[in-house]
């Protein structure tokens, strides 16, 4: 997750793999709800999504086992998963609430938080 440009969400999505499928539906103003599923085997697959939200969102992550980047945001950040990689770096003017079962966690130039 990065700052964009603007009051606008942008979620790009990147197949890395021609055996996945995503199914997007929005709900609400900026809320987007991404489905990857597989055809037949789903070892090796993989959906990459990069979004871009307002410089001074509130932001929650949430994945199980997938990675999880926040940067260069001065909203809240929240991100929360299973053994999911998680890496938070240039977060000023905000607090960053990290929740992981077994996750490894950076934390990188996060200043100012209240």
Do not use: W
């Not at 997750?1 to 609400?28: F, H, I, T």
């Not at 086992?65 to 809240?76: R, Y």
């Amino acid at each position: 997750m990065k700052p964009g440009a603007g009051n606008v969400v942008v979620v790009k999505v990147l197949l890395r793999s021609d055996k996945v499928e995503v199914d997007r539906n929005q709900n609400g103003i900026a809320g987007y709800s991404f489905s990857p599923f597989c055809r037949r085997d789903c070892r090796n697959r993989r959906v990459d999504y990069e979004i871009l939200v307002p410089s001074d969102a509130n932001v929650t992550l949430h994945s199980t086992t997938g990675p999880m980047d926040a940067e260069k945001l001065q909203g809240d950040v929240s991100v929360e998963g299973a053994t999911a990689t998680v890496d938070v770096r240039d977060i000023s003017n905000a607090h960053v609430h990290v929740k992981t079962l077994n996750g490894p966690v950076t934390l990188t130039h996060i200043q100012d938080g209240m």
